[in-house]
């Protein structure tokens, strides 16, 4: 019975979803510059790779990025993001992140250091893809989101959000959302 409670209160908190400070899964509150600010490297990559390993119960899936430019920081030619699940059995109890990177995908990757290897719940991506005839980054659907079944829906272009975090990195301009938000037409 002890054995029981114990492996229960192990388990609980792995069941429960935890957003950290970090990430956001909403995009209407999705600050530029609040990330730009928190973030010591600001990429566009190409997802190439994808790989996992098995430990025991624990399975941690590696996705590999090739640098195409570097917004802010620098310094590699490519990067690793860590997901991981644990699994008594075949049951999924807890689940870092949910993600599927495209490969040959483009992204636009918000990073709180400069390591070059990062767990997917300490970072931001940014998916690009064609919306409503413009080049746009939106949110990749993640987390809380994927779980649910919905589509990210907020979309910025992907010319001026490229120009404002530039802007706001080398002058600290402030990133305006509407500025940078593809309407809908």
Known sequence: M????IVACFLLPLTVIDIPHFTTVDDAALDFNELMSHSDLVIIAQAVADESIENGRIIEQYHYFEILESIKGGGHEAISIKTHA??????????????????????????PNQSGRYDADDIIILKESAYNGESSFALTDSGINQMAGEKSQHHFNRESLLNA????????????????SVNEK
């Open 2 to 5: 002890y054995l029981q409670l």
């Open 86 to 111: 644990l699994y008594q059995g075949d049951i999924v109890h807890e689940v870092s992140k949910l993600t599927t990177y495209e490969k040959g995908a483009i992204y636009l990757l918000f990073l």
């Open 165 to 180: 975090i530039s802007s706001f990195h080398f002058n600290e301009i402030e990133i305006i959302e509407a500025e940078i």
